[in-house]
Nanobody
């Protein structure tokens, strides 16, 4: 079965950085686009970033472009989200998602606060 396990969330000050990881199993990781979504309190779930395949395209929400970087390590079947220059409005639960499989991870909490 498909499994997606996020980690790396936590509490960070504005301007700080975090690196989220999503460890995937149950499918041929390198052949699938991977994405990150987030959901802030009282808000809908929004797409943050997507990476199509190894060597493929990356796309970002306008609100995170230039600050966040999505990447993948196919040898580890892991997708990452490097988050720099974090803002209070980045506070949310962050989810790993596989579009073609319609599969979600359980989420990891990111809180940006001074």
């Amino acid at each position: 079965q498909v499994q997606l396990v996020e980690s790396g969330g936590g509490l960070v000050q504005p301007g700080g950085s975090l690196r989220l990881s999503c460890a995937a199993s149950g499918f041929t990781f390198s052949n699938y686009a991977m994405s990150w979504y987030r959901q802030a309190p009282g808000k809908g779930r929004e797409l943050v970033a997507i990476i199509t395949t190894v060597g493929g395209s990356t796309n970002y929400a306008a609100s995170v472009k230039g600050r966040f970087t999505i990447s993948r390590d196919n040898a580890k079947s892991t997708v990452y989200l490097q988050m720099n220059s974090l803002k209070v409005e980045d506070t949310a639960v962050y989810y790993c998602y596989v579009p073609r499989l319609a599969s979600w991870g359980q989420g990891t909490q990111v809180t940006v606060s001074s």
